[in-house]
């Protein structure tokens, strides 16, 4: 079966550098997207990973390794306002999208 | 660019009544449009997949003739919950993209209560 794996929840500090871990079996793969979902709102697309490599964009920067199955969120200069879920979803052999269940994080001052 | 409308944002309505959400791509044409369920402090679930003229695609579980989707044009899709009962009181998200090889642009959401 297809799974996404991420950790449930995670805890750091303002001003802070976190990583955000995920990884994937899939049936094939057409590239891993993390977004970002505050609580009783949309998910917003934060980044997109299609290659190896780190996709650097502001704060955030996303990682992939297709090899592994893995991928990570990393956020810099951690704002109280990056508390938040953050879900990763692969793209499947089929262009379907596989969801990760979300990472909580919790920004404490 | 790349704007999705859902509406409405919220709706409340009693038990055994229908209610329809509309969702709208408002700056491109969308070939395909997802319709999510998310219960509280749980991950998105999707529903079902339209592409614009042919019927949806439902996930294992979702009840077609329950949930009735229409993606008539390239910009909109709706989706009816037909007899509503409290269980279904959840928030309904809709997303569109343009083709497989782009992201999903999710509309705001529409938390629907039934009571």
């Known amino acids: 079966g297809q799974n996404i794996d991420q950790p449930t929840e995670m805890t750091a500090t303002e001003g802070a550098i976190v990583q955000i871990n995920c990884t994937y079996q899939?049936?094939?793969?057409?590239?891993l997207f993390w977004y970002q979902q505050h609580a009783g709102e949309a998910p917003t697309f934060l980044s997109y990973?299609?290659l190896d490599g780190l996709e650097e964009k502001g704060r955030f920067s996303s990682f992939l390794s297709r090899s592994k199955g893995y991928s990570y969120l990393l956020l810099k200069e951690l704002q109280m306002k990056d508390s938040a879920s953050y879900l990763c979803a692969v793209r499947d052999g089929n262009y379907q999208l596989i969801w990760g269940a979300g990472t909580k994080l919790i920004i404490k001052p | 660019g790349a704007v999705v409308s859902q509406h409405p944002s919220w709706v409340i309505c009693k038990s055994g009544t229908s209610v329809k959400i509309e969702c709208r791509s408002l700056?491109?044409?969308?070939?395909?449009m997802f319709w999510y369920r998310q219960f509280p402090k749980q991950s998105l679930m999707l529903m079902a997949t339209?592409?614009?003229?042919?019927?949806?695609?439902?996930e294992q579980g979702v009840e077609k003739d329950k949930f009735l989707i229409n993606h008539a044009s390239l910009t909109l899709s709706t989706l009816t919950v037909t007899s509503a009962h409290p269980e279904d009181s959840s928030f309904y998200i809709c997303?569109?993209?343009?083709?497989?090889?782009?992201?999903?642009?999710f509309g705001p959401g529409t938390r629907l209560t039934v009571t």
């Open positions: 339209s592409n614009e003229g042919s019927k949806a695609t439902y």
């Open positions: 899939t049936s094939g793969f057409n590239g």
């Open positions: 990973n299609v």
């Open positions: 997303s569109a993209r343009v083709d497989r090889d782009y992201e999903q642009y």
């Open positions: 700056d491109f044409q969308a070939t395909t």
